[in-house]
């Protein structure tokens, strides 16, 4: 009875998205909302649009492609017809679609148009010029552990921690209790690859799951690109490649070391995080429980950064994040910058014995330090209200 209660919740979740966008209807600019597949960008533009007459194109059509391809102002204008609302679902399908969204905004002021997409690769690379301030964007990651908690309620959220460690944040996964290891193969199968092999011409779609499954057992780690480079047995460049391919992609996410060109300093390394837990662990195929596993502090981390990025983007905190090693080994797990302001982080699962984040640091840089474990990390990931 109470899981069934929790399910229902969670499908009515309310995303901390829903009224920032909706402050954005006819203000001149198109809104694009982008992210990774199946967390709930459609069901989030439906939402905002219910009850209200639009068009809706989906980019995954071969007809809408199709209809799109090439079109101009008079074709648009037929195309639109009356419709003061355009909705273009996964947009990043449509060839020139940088193009067709610049007319749209530019010859049709009466217009509101929405437009998502699963990954930044099209809609980044040929939209960024074409709308440079014609656009209010968005990035729509996984439930959000505020977002759940706000839904589900304090105790129902802190009695499944164990397992949105494990499964992850996806909406699916998080509805169905007792599928999570159905959804989870069917996300990491079918959803995962589809717009990284369908837009980037990837030929050797193999190397990609070697270098996805390399990087979910380095998580937590300082990742070599020559080391990866030698593993896979394909060179330095096509790795890097790869790996933005799967930023752009809301995959993967990483951290660039912080300094300040002290000579003890690790200045050029990088560690890599995925975006949701429970893809990094189908990746390697291990959704044992926390009690049976070697690598809970590297998801307790995982967790809390990922958590900290999609709360920090929902409220427009612009923060740049780093992690910290000298070459004597001292080392803190993450570090915010914002507003010349540094704050330190180290991530301990359980609280007890706790490690002080390193005098060096703080006193170098005046930043603050704070030791974040299971009795204190809602202040970490929560917005204050």
């Known amino acids: 009875m109470f899981t069934n209660y929790i399910v229902y919740l969670v499908i009515m979740i309310k995303r901390t998205l829903k009224p920032l966008i909706g402050e954005k209807f006819f203000k001149g600019k198109a809104i694009i ?13 439906n939402e905002l649009l219910k009850d209200k007459e639009h068009l809706f194109l989906d980019g995954d059509d071969p007809t809408v492609r199709e209809l799109l391809n090439g079109v101009n102002t008079i074709k648009l204008k037929q ?82 921690l164990e397992n949105r460690l494990i499964y992850g944040m996806y909406p699916d996964v998080i509805n169905n209790v007792a599928d999570e290891h159905q959804i989870l193969q069917q996300l990491t199968t079918s959803y995962l690859y589809k717009d990284v092999l369908s837009l980037t011409g990837i030929r050797k779609p193999e190397i990609l799951e070697k270098l996805l499954r390399a990087l979910a057992l380095q998580l937590g780690s300082e990742v070599s690109y020559n080391e990866l480079s030698n593993l896979l047995g394909i060179d330095k460049n096509t790795v890097v490649n790869y790996i933005d391919i799967l930023e752009k992609s809301y995959i993967v996410f990483q951290l660039k070391s912080f300094s300040s060109n002290q000579r003890n300093e690790i200045k050029n390394n990088r560690k890599i995080y995925f975006y949701d837990n429970g893809i990094r662990n189908m990746i390697i195929n291990n959704l044992n429980p926390i009690s049976l596993r ?17 709360i920090h983007s929902y409220h427009q905190r612009y923060t740049n994040y780093y992690f910290w090693r000298t070459v004597q080994k001292q080392e803190i797990d993450f570090v915010e ?41 809602r202040d970490f990931v929560l917005y204050p209200q």
Request: charged share 25%; proline share 2%.
């Open 33 to 45: 909302l982008l992210g990774p597949r199946q967390v709930g960008k459609t069901t989030l533009i």
């Open 79 to 160: 195309i639109i017809g009356k419709n003061t609302i355009v909705f273009i679902d996964e947009a990043q399908r449509i060839n020139d679609i940088g193009i067709t969204l610049k007319i749209i905004t530019d010859q049709f002021k009466e217009v509101q148009l929405f437009v998502s997409g699963s990954s930044a690769l099209e809609i980044n690379n040929k939209t960024q010029e074409s709308l440079t301030g014609r656009k209010f964007e968005y990035n729509l990651y996984p439930i959000s552990w505020q977002e759940f908690e706000e839904n589900v309620g304090y105790v129902a959220a802190s009695q499944q």
């Open 294 to 310: 070697m690598d809970k502090g590297a998801l307790w981390e995982n967790f809390l950064i990922s958590e900290r990025i999609k």
């Open 337 to 377: 910058e914002k507003d010349g302001k540094i704050e330190a982080y180290e991530f301990k699962w359980k609280s007890g014995g706790r490690n002080k984040i390193p005098k060096l640091f703080l006193e170098k840089y005046n930043a603050t330090g704070t030791i974040i474990d299971i009795e204190n990390f």
